[in-house]
T-cell receptor
Framework: GNSVTQMEGPVTLSEEAFLTINCTYT??????LFWYVQYPGEGLQLLLKATKADDKGSNKGFEATYRKETTSFHLEKGSVQVSDSAVYFC??????????FGAGTTVTVRA | EAQVTQNPRYLITVTGKKLTVTCSQN?????MSWYRQDPGLGLRQIYY???????DKGDVPEGYKVSRKEKRNFPLILESPSPNQTSLYFC?????????????FGNGTRLTVT
């Protein structure tokens, strides 16, 4: 079946530090990959996506590249801000109507 | 304002007392879905609907029912709630489905079953 594994948190960083959150997946075929973000007290919102191998998704300074050879979709940001404190979810859609999420990684950025 | 609205935000109930969590979207989206969020498990899909009168099971459908009689509404029904259904529930919608268009989430319903 389809599944997503992401690095366990919590992750605590200082402002302007480099952030990486690892995500690997298991899927048949060619799924689309996503990162969703959940700010405190809110629902999730789409951060970025990639629909085929070697695609790079980017938004708000975050980037992730769809690596089929390593079945990975790691999230990176070069310089985090306090406002980036949130829970980040990696997700996979095989192209039908399902979307499978990872367990989520809590990121806290300190001033 | 485009949004997904869930009600109530918080609900405390007792085992076996039927309850309904409502979900409504104003974006004319075809697709709607329910998820539950539990610590360490992320979000797990309960049910989804591709269009009016078309629903299907997600990964954890046991103990839940849904209906899609109108395009904008997708209520979640717990006929006989049990403590293991204590969780944070999210409704979401998208134009065509999560693989093709972004999911828009409601702000969640925190359910406690005692």
């Amino acid at each position: 079946g389809n599944s997503v594994t992401q690095m366990e948190g919590p992750v605590t960083l200082s402002e302007e530090a480099f952030l990486t959150i690892n995500c690997t997946y298991t899927a048949t075929g060619y799924p689309s990959l996503f990162w969703y973000v959940q700010y405190p007290g809110e629902g999730l919102q789409l951060l970025l996506k990639a629909t085929k191998a070697d695609d790079k998704g980017s938004n708000k300074g975050f980037e992730a590249t769809y690596r089929k050879e390593t079945t990975s979709f790691h999230l990176e940001k070069g310089s985090v801000q306090v406002s980036d404190s949130a829970v980040y979810f990696c997700a996979l859609s095989p192209g039908d109507y399902k979307l499978s999420f990872g367990a989520g990684t809590t990121v806290t950025v300190r001033a | 304002e485009a949004q997904v609205t869930q009600n109530p935000r918080y609900l405390i109930t007792v085992t076996g007392k039927k309850l309904t969590v409502t979900c409504s979207q104003n974006m004319n989206h075809e697709y709607m879905s329910w998820y539950r969020q539990d610590p360490g498990l992320g979000l797990r899909q309960i049910y989804y609907s591709m269009n009016v009168e078309v629903t299907d099971k997600g990964d954890v459908p046991e103990g839940y029912k849904v209906s899609r009689k109108e395009k904008r509404n997708f209520p979640l029904i717990l006929e006989s709630p049990s403590p293991n259904q204590t969780s944070l529930y999210f409704c979401a919608s998208s134009l065509y489905g999560p693989g093709h268009s972004p999911l828009h989430f409601g702000n969640g319903t925190r359910l406690t079953v005692t």
